[in-house]
């Protein structure tokens, strides 16, 4: 028989967690499913600097183990499981969890987030778990004393370099444009670091290494008159090119983006189906940080309390 609940929150990061605060605390006895990565995206991030509260930082993991504490002290039954399909064709909306079980939810708050996006080599795949790696703060560690090249050249990838910075001996930053997009006070701390070079204007064109990787072969201004070939010795490479939402179950019902960001009315977490809301980075293509993923995880609860009331549900 399918379990019926009042609220579903799918997903467990900063937007997950505050939507399950204030959830349970306004009586709606949430049921929260994890999904595949417990904490989130922030569990992969070495230190937050950013989220007011903390003067002197906090890590990701510690910072997501609290709010999950602070969820389950108001009641949050939080469940291990992913959400593998859906149907919001009417309510109560159902939710296959695992591909097995179905709940039924009176309200939903989808929170499922973004994953990181990868090159598409084949040797990516190729070298999965052999010096392939879309997170430093995972893996950074096996690399002490090493050199390895990080990709991208936005905010993540200019804190990955860093990370990895203090464990590798080298770190090559893989730049396609001849500059980089990340914030200023990012740039500064990867162009001050005398352990990173970065390579400008360089694409990846595949890895090299007998089953674990030693090398990469780039290409230099692609296209250009002067276009070169260049191999680096590497030890590991890491992937920090940006991230896609994870929102391909609920598409057949709610209305994305062309990246696939749930449309959400705009100032609100009202997705198009009444009664399912959308917070965090699967509706957020611009911002993107925990604090405002929070932020909308908190509006998406009080929408659903105040759906609830309005439904006598
Ligand atoms: P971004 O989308 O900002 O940057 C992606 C980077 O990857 C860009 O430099 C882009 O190049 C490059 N890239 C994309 N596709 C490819 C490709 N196929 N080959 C080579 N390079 C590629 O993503 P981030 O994950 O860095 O950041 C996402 C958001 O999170 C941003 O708003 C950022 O500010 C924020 N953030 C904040 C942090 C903090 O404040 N501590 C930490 C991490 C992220 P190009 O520039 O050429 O498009």
């Given at each position: 028989m399918n379990e019926k609940v009042r609220c579903l929150i799918i997903g467990s990061g900063p937007a997950g967690y505050t939507a399950a605060i204030y959830a349970s605390r306004a009586n709606l006895s949430p049921v929260l499913y994890e999904g595949m990565q417990p904490g989130g995206q922030l569990t992969t991030t070495n230190e937050v600097e950013n989220f007011p509260g903390y003067p002197s930082g906090i890590t990701g993991t510690e910072m997501m183990e609290?709010?999950?504490?602070?969820?389950?002290?108001?009641?949050?039954?939080?469940?291990?499981?992913?959400?593998?399909?859906?149907?919001?064709?009417?309510?109560?909306?159902?939710?296959?969890?695992?591909?097995?079980?179905?709940?039924?939810?009176?309200?939903?708050?989808?929170s499922t987030g973004a994953t990181a996006k990868y090159l598409g080599l084949p040797d990516e795949q190729k070298y999965a778990g052999s010096g392939v790696s879309a997170c430093a703060t995972c893996d950074g560690f096996f690399y002490r004393k090493m050199t390895v090249a990080v990709v991208g050249g936005g905010d993540t990838a200019c804190e990955e370099a860093t990370y990895l910075a203090g464990l590798a001996s080298k770190v090559y930053l893989i730049v396609?444009?001849?500059?980089?997009?990340?914030s200023k006070i990012m740039q500064e701390r990867v162009l001050g670091n005398p352990k990173i070079e970065v390579l400008f204007e360089h694409e990846t064109l595949g890895l090299t290494g007998d089953k674990v990787v030693q090398g990469a072969n780039l290409v230099k201004r692609r296209g250009q008159s002067d276009e070169a070939q260049v191999h680096i010795d590497i030890d590991g490479f890491f992937l920090a090119i940006g991230h896609t939402p994870n929102s391909?179950?609920?598409?057949?019902?709610?209305?994305?983006?062309?990246?696939?960001?749930?449309?959400?009315?705009?100032?609100?977490?009202?997705?198009?189906?009444?009664?399912?809301?959308?917070?965090?980075?699967?509706?957020d293509p611009h911002y993107k940080q925990a604090i405002t993923a929070a932020g909308t995880g908190c509006q998406a609860a009080i929408e659903a309390e105040r759906y609830l009331s309005e439904k006598g549900l």
């Amino acid at each position: 028989m399918n379990e019926k609940v009042r609220c579903l929150i799918i997903g467990s990061g900063p937007a997950g967690y505050t939507a399950a605060i204030y959830a349970s605390r306004a009586n709606l006895s949430p049921v929260l499913y994890e999904g595949m990565q417990p904490g989130g995206q922030l569990t992969t991030t070495n230190e937050v600097e950013n989220f007011p509260g903390y003067p002197s930082g906090i890590t990701g993991t510690e910072m997501m183990e609290d709010l999950r504490k602070q969820a389950e002290r108001f009641g949050t039954d939080i469940r291990f499981g992913m959400a593998t399909a859906t149907d919001l064709s009417s309510a109560p909306y159902k939710v296959t969890i695992d591909g097995e079980k179905i709940i039924e939810a009176d309200a939903i708050i989808i929170s499922t987030g973004a994953t990181a996006k990868y090159l598409g080599l084949p040797d990516e795949q190729k070298y999965a778990g052999s010096g392939v790696s879309a997170c430093a703060t995972c893996d950074g560690f096996f690399y002490r004393k090493m050199t390895v090249a990080v990709v991208g050249g936005g905010d993540t990838a200019c804190e990955e370099a860093t990370y990895l910075a203090g464990l590798a001996s080298k770190v090559y930053l893989i730049v396609r444009k001849p500059f980089l997009r990340a914030s200023k006070i990012m740039q500064e701390r990867v162009l001050g670091n005398p352990k990173i070079e970065v390579l400008f204007e360089h694409e990846t064109l595949g890895l090299t290494g007998d089953k674990v990787v030693q090398g990469a072969n780039l290409v230099k201004r692609r296209g250009q008159s002067d276009e070169a070939q260049v191999h680096i010795d590497i030890d590991g490479f890491f992937l920090a090119i940006g991230h896609t939402p994870n929102s391909d179950i609920f598409k057949p019902w709610l209305e994305t983006d062309e990246i696939g960001y749930i449309k959400t009315i705009p100032g609100t977490p009202r997705t198009n189906v009444p009664g399912v809301f959308a917070s965090g980075d699967v509706t957020d293509p611009h911002y993107k940080q925990a604090i405002t993923a929070a932020g909308t995880g908190c509006q998406a609860a009080i929408e659903a309390e105040r759906y609830l009331s309005e439904k006598g549900l």
